[in-house]
Every structure is written in C-alpha cells, then in structure tokens.
C-alpha cells in the first residue's frame, strides 16, 4: 500500500465496504476523504465497538417477516437500532429497507423524513393491502 495513491486507497477502501460501512462512507465529510489516515480515524471511530459488532450485522439483515405486522416489525427493529450507534437518517434508511416489498414501495413514495412519518406511511400502507386482499376474497 505505500506506492498506492491516496485517492486510490479512500476508494478501494469505499469499494470494499458493506451494508452500514458502506451507507457510512456515502455520508461522511469531505474533510474526512482528504486523506487515508483521516478516513481510517473515522472509520474506527464510528465502528470500532467490539461488543457490537455482531448488531451491525443484524442491522443489514433486518427485514419484516412475511407474518409480522409493521408494529411487530418496527418495535424489533427499534430494539436493535438502539444497541447499534447510527444516525437517525441511517436508521429510517435501515427500517424502510428492511420492510416488506409493497410496504416499501408505498412508504418510499411518501418521502418520510421522519421515524413517525415512517410508522403512520408503514401502518396505512398495511391497512390497505389487508382491506384488499379481503375484497379478493369476496
């Protein structure tokens, strides 16, 4: 690594990076990509809690069971949002992803900016599919 460019290592760096790193490394400063030292710092500011390390990878994971009702779903998720340290935007980001493709769906088109907003889009959006299923059936 000591003939490899700085630009050429934030980028490897960035490239090889997963789930929340990598959502991480799309958000972090400018002045935090001046340099490799700098990114490294706070890289291992961010990520180096070795007690929880196995929650980051639950957060990447996290997805609505095909029998969990959003309450059920976001009350698991908060649980595990808060043993994890992110930000408010990566755990909205985190909660959406994980929720079940036609809930998705409708709650990105609702442009939530807020945990709240997100319940209420996520609940209605619930509500609706159940109300349509039912009138299949009749």
Same mark, same amino acid.
């Given at each position: 690594?000591?003939?490899?460019?700085? #630009? #050429?290592?934030?980028? #490897?760096?960035?490239?090889?990076?997963?789930?929340?790193?990598?959502?991480?490394?799309?958000?972090?400063?400018?002045?935090?990509?001046?340099?490799?030292?700098?990114?490294?710092?706070?890289?291992? @500011?961010?990520?180096?809690?070795?007690?929880?390390?196995?929650?980051?990878?639950?957060?990447?994971?996290?997805?609505?069971?095909?029998?969990?009702?959003?309450?059920?779903? +976001?009350?698991?998720?908060?649980?595990?949002?808060?043993?994890?340290?992110?930000?408010?935007?990566?755990?909205?980001?985190?909660?959406?992803?994980?929720?079940?493709?036609?809930?998705? @769906?409708?709650?990105?088109?609702?442009?939530? #900016?807020? &945990?709240?907003?997100?319940?209420?889009?996520? +609940?209605?959006?619930?509500?609706? &599919?159940?109300?349509?299923?039912?009138?299949?059936? +009749?």
């Amino acid at each position: 690594l000591k003939n490899i460019t700085e #630009t #050429t290592k934030i980028a #490897t760096f960035g490239f090889l990076m997963t789930l929340c790193a990598q959502r991480w490394f799309r958000t972090i400063s400018p002045s935090e990509l001046d340099t490799f030292d700098n990114l490294k710092r706070a890289f291992l @500011t961010r990520f180096d809690d070795r007690d929880n390390w196995k929650d980051f990878i639950k957060v990447g994971q996290l997805k609505q069971q095909p029998s969990e009702s959003v309450a059920e779903y +976001l009350e698991r998720a908060i649980l595990l949002l808060r043993r994890v340290k992110l930000s408010s935007q990566h755990e909205l980001c985190a909660c959406i992803e994980g929720l079940k493709s036609n809930i998705q @769906t409708f709650v990105l088109q609702q442009q939530v #900016t807020s &945990f709240s907003a997100l319940r209420q889009a996520a +609940l209605l959006a619930e509500k609706s &599919f159940k109300s349509q299923s039912t009138d299949d059936v +009749l």
